[in-house]
């Protein structure tokens, strides 16, 4: 059962009966979900941990509950913060999210909906998380294949972050966690995720994947993260259960 909670938490060293405790970043996307669903399947106790940053996309949280909902989380948490205040992303400024881009050009360069420093952001509050429960394992649903050209989707990225963890908090220093960041997806394609999700009975139609909905929920199907759900989806031979605003499911 999903247990929403925002107030404080009290840290608690690690036992041996919850070392299968992990954090699961949870956007509300088709990637985050599969993540979920992949850790739930592995045995682990999740606690989803979702952000309502101010984005222009902010129905991608409601998107976020029903998938902790459905998969089934121990907690989920969700964690308010203002990343407007860097402005710079289309994301959370008065800027255009790019459309109809080829899928050439969507692997090439970093657009502008790229946020300053999110995934480090997100990691940084997920390690704390992880820390306060007494989680060592961490699960984030990024990907190097069919991605928007992000820098922090790297595994190099992810590598490097995780020998930082192991130097910044209380528990890692004092040898009681050994933090994992998982990214099972990164090196799958859009198709292969929506594959591995759909056997592990993902509802894809709870999910959001679209940067610039309706405020109904509609996706525009024209931005990149749209094309390249529509592509994952009609490479993996699977119905796209999405709604899009030009009727096209």
Known sequence: MSNERSNTMTMMRPESNNRTL???LLSG????ATTLAIAKNQGFACHALSFDYEQRHRLEIEAARRIAKSIGVEEHLIAKIDLRVFGQSALTADIDVPKNRSHADIGEGIPATYVPA????????ALAYAETIGAEDIFMGVN???YSGYPDCRPEFIESYQNMAALATKAGVEGWQKLRIHTPLIKLSKAEIIQRGTKLGVDYASTLSCYDPTLDGKACGQCDSCLLRKKGFREANISDP????????
């Not at 996307?29 to 985050?32: Q, R, T, V, Y």
């Open 118 to 125: 999110r995934n480090t952001i997100f990691l940084s509050f």
């Open 29 to 32: 996307g088709l990637d985050s």
């Open 144 to 146: 190097a294949i069919d």
């Open 22 to 24: 992990a954090v699961v």
């Open 242 to 249: 999405s709604a899009y605003i030009n009727g096209e499911r």
